[in-house]
């Protein structure tokens, strides 16, 4: 599946190229699942062209299935493993996608490679994200966007790891109650209106856009908040100036990309994540399982706000 055409849904378009050659320390996987994110659809509309992503591209960047082959550096001991893989800026919306050697890990045999897309990328931010902005237990924790996947992780990471209070933002009451399920305590409004308290220690933001600097408001004293992704848009140029009159405050603003993270330490936090969710211990939430030939399908649903959790393409 490539991207024919930047901006609507069905600019994605099927075709058939060659089956990838991995490079030298880079493994070929036979794909059984692929992880659909807010991300591939912000590139797939052009907004990230800035960025250096093109027409042409292959999207989706994790994959979860079987090693076929490995590049001549990779031990040949992988070959027939089951693993998840990130698979880099594109390439994964394919039967056949290569990763690095370095960005692989081996999955339990009681997880699917469904749940392995849901979780692989997504809790490692969720994970990292916490460590980023220095939460500690007992602190208060508001997740804003928090129906996508990131954001039902970072959920039950806040709560796993004692918040005092679990907030969320979302579009409607039935999300507000599958979000209880998972550790939410206060169910907000997209607006942020709700039965929460006034002000958080920490907020975890997916959303980013022209809302984000009345988020700054809701940061008590020494409050920090992170913006994850960025799902609503870039926030206003002058965001800084809201952010500035809270002086005395003390607050705190960042952004933060896995790719700040070792790829040693991400790979521990993924082992380890994939292991609780396959003892039950850290539920995934898979949307949909879509053909990869409805990946048109896919997108339109992510365009018009109705996903709940992951999508899962399977070739």
């Known amino acids: 599946m490539i991207i024919k055409a930047f901006g609507a849904p069905d600019g994605l378009s099927v075709v058939d190229l060659p089956k990838p050659v991995p490079g030298p320390t880079e493994v070929l996987i036979a794909v059984d699942a692929i992880g659909v994110g807010g991300v591939d659809a912000l590139i797939r509309n052009g907004s990230l062209a800035g960025w250096g992503f093109t027409e042409g591209l292959v999207p989706g960047s994790e994959v979860a299935g079987t090693v076929e082959s490995v590049g001549r550096e990779v031990d040949e001991s992988w070959i027939g493993r089951r693993v998840w893989g990130f698979t880099g800026l594109g390439g994964g919306y394919a039967d056949h996608a290569t990763a690095e050697i370095d960005h692989v890990v081996p999955l339990p045999d009681d997880l699917s490679a469904a749940d392995a897309v849901t979780l692989g990328s997504s809790g490692v931010v969720a ?20 129906a996508g996947s990131i954001g039902i992780l970072s959920v039950q990471l806040a709560a796993r790891r004692g918040a005092s209070a679990v907030a969320v933002t979302t579009s409607s009451a039935k999300r507000g109650e599958q979000l209880r399920r998972l550790g939410a305590i206060h169910v907000l409004d997209r607006s942020g209106a709700g039965d929460g308290p006034p002000a958080y220690d920490v907020i975890v933001d997916v959303v980013a856009g022209p809302d984000l600097p009345t988020y ?100």
């Open 127 to 146: 994970h990292f994200a916490l460590e980023h902005v220095h939460f500690q237990p007992d602190e208060s924790v508001l997740v804003r966007g928090a």
């Open 216 to 315: 700054f408001g809701k940061l008590k004293p020494n409050g920090r908040l992170v913006v994850v992704g960025i799902v609503g848009g870039q926030p206003p140029a002058d965001f800084g100036t809201t952010l500035m009159a809270a002086f005395r405050s003390s607050l705190t603003f960042s952004t933060f990309s896995a790719d700040t993270v070792p790829a040693e330490q991400r790979r521990t936090v993924r082992a380890e994540q994939f292991a609780a969710a396959a003892r039950g211990e850290l539920p995934t939430v898979v949307h949909e399982q879509l053909a990869l030939d409805d990946a048109v399908v896919a997108h339109q649903k992510i365009d018009a706000g109705e996903v709940f959790g992951r999508i899962v393409l399977i070739p």
